[in-house]
């Protein structure tokens, strides 16, 4: 069982929203240990403005998150949102 979520999922896999994006970062969020725990964080970051892709790795709590107008801080209060907590960030440059 998924003791971040208690969701009852039991095996770990990623999720990603397919778009386009001019600018890219990398987040480390700690806490997710689900798939399900992969897709609050992926819908809770879609929805920041500007972001136009979103790829979770669960096994390394990795967020690419690609787009244009969003801050870092907007990204941190949406992975709070969805209850995980963001502990790093690391531009990739352009996509």
């Known amino acids: 069982m998924c003791t971040a979520c208690a969701c009852g999922t039991q095996n770990g896999e990623s999720a990603q929203v397919v778009a386009g994006g001019a600018e890219a970062n990398v987040y480390t969020v700690s806490g997710m240990t689900c798939g399900h725990c ?38 941190r209060a949406a992975v709070e949102r969805a209850g995980y907590t963001l502990s790093a960030t690391l531009p990739v440059g352009a996509a």
């Open 38 to 75: 992969v897709s609050s964080v992926s819908g809770e970051v879609g929805k920041v403005g500007g972001v136009t892709d979103v790829r979770v790795d669960l096994s390394s709590g990795a967020v690419t998150v690609s787009g244009a107008g969003f801050s870092d801080e907007e990204i």
